[in-house]
């Protein structure tokens, strides 16, 4: 009878803790070196959020892979426009553009977006002020934060009697740790995790300056509600699956994380004689540190060898101009057939 009693309390704490809510802490979030890949769903057919509360089963096992995006946290100071962003400590770049973040033990924030925003603005610094508050430690269910920022674009115009043109944005948002329970999605099966409800209100302004006058405002501002479901667990570093919807309930956006770490080809730490640089890499990659001609070896994340090329005894650049954005692997052959390093970069342009 005892043994029975003690295997029938072992069965009922190992429910409870599979089922029991978590807590999201600094350390479960991404950090410099870390790469994921993202699936986007742009067809959006047949989503639902799902309900908030406790012990709750997010199924999103139907979501499409019609797009993938690459995110790689790297140090801000190895990207184009890190002086605009002083006190950032953590940024990522997508292919599109560096998003610059202070990452601290009390919560994770938005410093701004440098990136090519098209003509007339081009290359230009988006800085939040005050930085948005994304995340912040620890979360548990219910935790609550609020807070507003706003950010300016300016740019010179060639109208009639004006010299320049801006809009402003201001964001009013809440955030609320609204749900506990698993997640299921294409790529990973009943993670724990917590579910973080975002509501945004933004106001757009946009204003002209008149020759030797002032700002001017032209018409009325318009306002925008968004809202934002993220699913955080203690595992993977990154949100599972990221859904947003309009004021209707019309789902606008659906992404899921694809891969924290590519699968199909074994990974060593590299050679410390041997670097590839730049990492992240949009155009060309050099593999230095040789001291020999070698060979080289680049895959895909599913194993493919997409590329066999002989490398010199010294810095030799590789052109990746035709690869699509995402994670690659390579492989440095000397000439005794030895292989001599491992890695692995990331086109993002």
């Known amino acids: 009878m005892k043994k029975h009693l003690l295997f029938f309390s072992a069965f009922v704490l190992s429910l409870f803790t599979a089922n029991a809510q978590i807590t999201i802490t600094q350390s479960d979030m991404p950090s410099v070196g870390k790469v994921f890949v993202s699936a986007n769903d742009t067809v959006l057919s047949g989503i639902s959020v799902g309900a908030s509360g406790t012990n709750k089963f997010w199924n999103f096992a139907g979501l499409l892979n019609n797009k993938k995006d690459t995110s790689a946290f790297v140090s801000p100071g190895s990207l184009t426009g890190s002086s605009n962003f002083p006190t950032a400590n953590l940024a990522i770049s997508d292919g599109d553009a560096n998003i610059f973040i202070n990452f601290n033990s009390s919560s994770l924030d938005l410093l701004g977006v440098y990136g090519d925003f098209g003509p007339p603005l081009g290359f230009t610094a988006l800085k939040f002020t005050p930085a948005q508050k994304h995340i912040t430690f620890p979360s548990s269910y219910l935790t609550t934060f609020s807070g507003t920022s706003s950010y300016e674009i300016k740019y010179a115009a060639a109208y009639p009697g004006i010299d320049s043109v ?184």
Not at 286 to 315: C, P, Q, R, V, W
């Open 166 to 349: 801006k809009a402003t944005t201001s964001e009013n948002y809440t955030s609320t740790m609204d749900g506990w329970g698993t997640i299921t999605t294409p790529a990973f099966s009943n993670v724990a995790c917590l579910r973080q409800y975002k509501r945004t209100i933004s106001t757009n302004t946009s204003y002209t300056h008149m020759i030797g006058g002032t700002w001017v405002q032209q018409g009325a501002p318009t306002i925008d509600t968004t809202y934002d479901y993220s699913w955080w667990s203690n595992t993977k570093k990154y949100p599972l699956a990221e859904i947003g919807t309009n004021a209707a309930g019309t789902v606008t956006s659906a992404t899921y994380l694809f891969i924290q770490t590519a699968t199909g080809i074994e990974e060593q730490a590299e050679n410390d004689n041997i670097a590839i640089f730049p990492n992240p890499a949009s155009a060309i990659i050099t593999i230095a540190g040789l001291t020999e001609t070698s060979s080289l070896n680049i895959f895909d994340i599913t194993g493919k060898l997409i590329e066999s090329t002989y490398l010199k005894n010294s810095d030799t650049p590789i052109n990746i101009s035709g690869y699509e954005n995402g994670i690659y692997f390579y492989e440095v052959i000397d000439k005794d057939k030895n292989n001599i390093s491992k890695g692995k970069f990331v086109v993002a342009k």
